[in-house]
């Protein structure tokens, strides 16, 4: 009973840190341009493109951390494969069309300069990659290839939330200028997530 | 199937890259670049200079009341103190005063803590807060944070 509950509680602390994202994201529906990370976006929070970018990508990437836990409860893949198939296909669709597109314009953008942009850039690429090989191995009725994707997907999109511990990790206990943490995190908290997906889907079976 | 389903895929990634690709270049105006000769690796060599001699002595002694983590931390911004130039990026060099701020960040909100005013060649560091007209060495600046912390809470 105890060790299944500590087996679990990696399971408990991601879900929790995808929780915690979801309501500090919330702050942005206030549409004010000078909230947490707008106010380092000054000079293209004004564009109609890029700011209409930013909330449709938020909006996306609400969905997909907050929906993605429940797709790897067990019970719910075995007992109510009807609710498991609706909450996959909002997850797929919150990914696919609105939080990967649009991650993609926004890496552009990105602070950092070139080498974050790169980052961003090939990390949007990944995820659209990975959801999309997560339908089409389902589709071909391959469960197993099937989790294997989908367990990649969601260390992708749980990227927003390991960049948010690396960040203030590395700044707070390093003593690495705020340039080379931007970018170097950039790159790790997608990197970092798909290795450890590596080691779930090799060690976890 | 398979081969119908990768085309689809493959168009769509091309066509989100396309459009990315297109407002990228159609939203921004090319202004003409500046020709700033910026010697980048002096640039650093100051900034280096203002971490170990200035943000340094105050992030050992100077605490904030906000303290060190907050849920502000969780953030994709960096925390902590930081060098901003006042200065001219081009005209930051190791022989030369070099003017900026410290700031001290929590996640993306950033509030000022005090100007500074160093040159690396001959050894000078000072500071001063918002409002004074005369920079002081860090030391000192810290002794008068200090004794200001102290009045206020005895007040």
């Given at each position: 009973?105890?060790?299944?509950?500590?087996?679990?509680?990696?399971?408990?602390?991601?879900?929790?840190?995808?929780?915690?994202?979801?309501?500090?994201?919330?702050?942005?529906?206030?549409?004010?341009?000078?909230?947490?990370?707008l106010l380092t976006k000054q000079d293209?929070?004004?564009?109609?493109?890029?700011?209409?970018?930013?909330?449709?990508?938020?909006?996306?990437?609400?969905?997909?951390?907050?929906?993605?836990?429940?797709?790897?409860?067990?019970?719910?893949?075995?007992?109510?494969?009807?609710?498991?198939?609706?909450?996959?296909?909002?997850?797929?669709?919150?990914?696919?069309?609105?939080?990967?597109?649009?991650?993609?314009?926004?890496?552009?953008?990105?602070?950092?300069?070139?080498?974050?942009?790169?980052?961003?850039?090939?990390?949007?690429?990944?995820?659209?990659?990975?959801?999309?090989?997560?339908?089409?191995?389902?589709?071909?009725?391959?469960?197993?290839?099937?989790?294997?994707?989908?367990?990649?997907?969601?260390?992708?999109?749980?990227?927003?939330?390991?960049?948010?511990?690396?960040?203030?990790?590395?700044?707070?206990?390093?003593?690495?200028?705020?340039?080379?943490?931007?970018?170097?995190?950039?790159?790790?908290?997608?990197?970092?997530?798909?290795?450890?997906?590596?080691?779930?889907?090799?060690?976890?079976? | 199937?398979?081969?119908?389903?990768?085309?689809?895929?493959?168009?769509?990634?091309?066509?989100?890259?396309?459009?990315?690709?297109?407002?990228?270049?159609?939203?921004?105006?090319?202004?003409?670049?500046?020709?700033?000769?910026?010697?980048?690796?002096?640039?650093?060599?100051?900034?280096?200079?203002?971490?170990?001699?200035?943000?340094?002595?105050?992030?050992?002694?100077?605490?904030?009341?906000?303290?060190?983590?907050?849920?502000?931390?969780?953030?994709?911004?960096?925390?902590?103190?930081?060098?901003?130039?006042?200065?001219?990026?081009?005209?930051?060099?190791?022989?030369?005063?070099?003017?900026?701020?410290?700031?001290?960040?929590?996640?993306?909100?950033?509030?000022?803590?005090?100007?500074?005013?160093?040159?690396?060649?001959?050894?000078?560091?000072?500071?001063?807060?918002?409002?004074?007209?005369?920079?002081?060495?860090?030391?000192?600046?810290?002794?008068?944070?200090?004794?200001y912390a102290k009045k206020t809470i005895?007040?």
């Open positions: 009973m105890l060790l299944r509950f500590i087996l679990k509680l990696p399971f408990v602390f991601m879900t929790s840190l995808a929780l915690l994202l979801f309501c500090t994201t919330m702050m942005y529906w206030s549409f004010k341009p000078d909230v947490s990370f293209v929070v004004h564009q109609p493109v890029w700011r209409t970018a930013f909330y449709v990508h938020i909006f996306g990437g609400m969905l997909a951390i907050a929906l993605g836990p429940l797709q790897f409860i067990k019970i719910l893949r075995q007992r109510y494969m009807n609710v498991h198939r609706a909450i996959g296909k909002i997850y797929v669709t919150s990914i696919l069309c609105i939080a990967a597109p649009t991650g993609l314009y926004m890496a552009f953008y990105a602070n950092g300069g070139l080498y974050a942009s790169i980052g961003f850039v090939l990390m949007s690429v990944l995820w659209f990659y990975t959801t999309w090989m997560a339908i089409y191995s389902i589709r071909k009725k391959q469960i197993e290839q099937h989790v294997h994707w989908m367990i990649r997907s969601y260390a992708i999109t749980f990227s927003a939330v390991s960049l948010r511990l690396w960040v203030p990790f590395l700044s707070l206990y390093t003593t690495m200028d705020h340039l080379h943490i931007i970018i170097i995190t950039a790159w790790i908290s997608w990197l970092f997530n798909l290795i450890v997906a590596e080691g779930v889907i090799k060690f976890g079976k | 199937m398979k081969t119908r389903s990768i085309k689809t895929g493959l168009i769509l990634i091309a066509i989100a890259s396309v459009f990315a690709l297109s407002s990228f270049t159609g939203a921004t105006p090319k202004p003409e670049p500046e020709k700033i000769k910026t010697d980048w690796k002096e640039y650093h060599e100051v900034q280096q200079y203002v971490e170990e001699n200035i943000c340094e002595p105050i992030r050992k002694n100077y605490v904030l009341k906000h303290g060190k983590s907050s849920l502000h931390s969780f953030s994709r911004c960096p925390s902590g103190y930081h060098s901003e130039m006042i200065t001219a990026t081009d005209s930051v060099k190791t022989d030369r005063f070099v003017n900026g701020e410290i700031v001290f960040y929590k996640g993306c909100e950033s509030s000022y803590i005090c100007d500074f005013k160093v040159c690396v060649e001959k050894g000078f560091a000072v500071v001063r807060s918002k409002g004074s007209k005369n920079y002081i060495s860090v030391n000192e600046w810290l002794q008068r944070r200090e004794q005895k007040g």
